[in-house]
């Protein structure tokens, strides 16, 4: 770990200081001590790297195999933003600086990238090593209140343990999900009040919460495997199954434009839970959803049978049917879906589990290829944003200089991570960008600090 030093020399001026120790955070600072300032890192935790150590299940998903274009795609509109952080230090720099401290990867489905232990604590165990040799000075368990500034420029940041002079700051706070982590939204306070925009902060890769919570309640706990999901701006009883594209659509999927009054529809699989709905194509679809939330109804219709067209599944169920007349409704359906959605399925097509296949008549086995087909919930709302995986929103990127990550309403203030309003899919993207403009943030602090000329530093308590 990085030295700890003496109260004293401890408020000895600094060239750069940043704030927070996530991701970004180590990143800028390693990066601004290598590239020859003195750095101090401010953490309000009692450790270094707490949402690190969370992601990817506790294996760190740190990034991804996609080449530049198929990244800045999973960022959705604002990922033009990222090409000259992403440019500057891509991934391959990313993966030799954590082999030059001891963390080998690997790569794994969808182009995941982790550390071949599995372990998050390596890669946070890597990035302290990188501080460390550059001398980073980092000191734990310190709220940072405030950032000073003077005539338009930073002169250091006010904490709980007194008043800290810099020439430039690193903001790498982080958003407002996992507060556990130190992730409370602590800088969006902090820039507001020197005249930063914040763009609305939204829950992304977020669970969703139901009106027809008896219905999910009743299916608890199954999970399912490549089914269909689309999400419509419409109320349940409005949707259009004709409607639903014969491709997949969304944010980093390349593909033709979506028809009118779908949000989304996405392949692959999803969890039903007490409150509603969960798992990967959920979260990924999350954030559309809560934006076409704020502008009316919203609900989705999920088809567990996506291989099998109306008239295919028609003509399974009659051939089962046939072939097991004398066996009951229900004992048919296990085998075409999981056994706890059998009776709720039963239930929403009108037709008695018990009643023998023989006697199910042609509308009721329309009916219940129609609630396979289409299994439909109308959206209540996300999870709390305190839930999310990912924060969206953030520091305007109008107010942000994508070539150094620098502010462009106050001078020597610069921004890496989260805390900007960029965000994407799961797959290791964010993680990546946190790296990417953390390595960007602290470069252009430490050249700040070391060669632009400077206002004269605030005085403690002035």
């Known amino acids: 770990m990085p030295q700890k030093k003496s109260e004293q020399t401890a408020r000895e001026d600094h060239d750069v200081i940043v704030i927070g120790a996530g991701a970004g955070g180590m990143m800028a600072a390693g990066r601004a001590a290598e590239a020859g300032a003195r750095v101090l890192l401010l953490e309000k935790m009692k450790q270094p790297g707490k949402k690190i150590l969370l992601s990817g299940k506790t294996r760190c998903n740190l990034s991804n195999v996609k080449d530049l274009k198929g990244f800045i795609a999973m960022f959705g509109d604002n990922g033009p933003f990222l090409y000259r952080a992403f440019h500057h230090f891509p991934r391959e720099n990313l993966l030799n600086l954590l082999s030059a401290y001891g963390v080998e990867t690997k790569v794994e489905r969808g182009g995941r990238i982790f550390p071949v232990s599995d372990r998050a604590e390596d890669v946070v165990f890597a990035l302290c090593l990188f501080m460390e040799k550059f001398q980073v000075e980092l000191r734990t368990g310190i709220r940072v209140e405030g950032i000073e500034t003077r005539k338009g420029h930073v002169t250091g940041v ?31 306070r902090m820039v507001s009040s020197l005249g930063h925009s914040i763009v609305k902060l939204r829950p992304a890769l977020v ?210 991570g989260e805390v900007m309003d960029i965000d994407a899919d799961t797959g290791g993207y964010n993680l990546q960008a946190a790296f990417s403009t953390g390595w960007l943030a602290g470069e252009s602090a430490a050249r700040h600090a070391l060669f632009e000329p400077h206002q004269p530093q605030k005085e403690p308590n002035g």
Request: with cysteine; glycine share 10%; hydrophobic share 40%.
């Open 158 to 188: 006010q904490t709980g343990e007194g008043y800290f002079p810099s020439k430039s700051v690193v903001l790498a706070t982080g958003g407002a999900t996992y507060p556990m982590t130190g992730s409370t939204g602590d800088g969006y």
């Open 207 to 416: 669970p969703l919460i139901v009106a027809e919570t008896d219905l999910a309640a009743s299916m608890q706990g199954v999970s399912l495997k490549n089914v269909r999901m689309t999400a419509f701006a419409c109320p349940s009883d409005q949707i259009d199954l004709s409607r639903i594209p014969g491709f997949e659509t969304g944010r980093g999927i390349r593909s033709r434009k979506r028809p009118s009054a779908v949000i989304e529809s996405r392949q692959g699989e999803m969890m039903m839970t007490h409150f509603g709905l969960g798992g990967p194509i959920t979260l990924l679809m999350s954030l559309s959803i809560v934006d076409a939330l704020a502008k009316g109804p919203v609900s989705v219709s999920i088809d567990l049978k996506p291989a099998l067209d109306v008239k295919q599944l028609h003509e399974r169920l009659q051939r089962d049917f046939n072939a097991s007349g004398k066996r009951t409704f229900r004992r048919i359906m296990a085998n075409l879906v999981p056994h706890k959605m059998v009776d709720p399925l039963t239930r929403l097509a009108g037709v008695e589990g018990d009643r023998a296949a023989s006697q199910i008549t042609s509308r009721e086995r329309a009916a219940i290829v129609m609630a396979m087909k289409s299994l439909r919930f109308t959206i209540k709302s996300p999870l709390p944003l305190s839930r999310a995986i990912v924060t969206a929103g953030g520091i305007s990127l109008k107010e942000i200089d994508p070539k150094t990550m620098a502010s462009l309403k106050v001078a020597g203030l610069y921004f890496c």
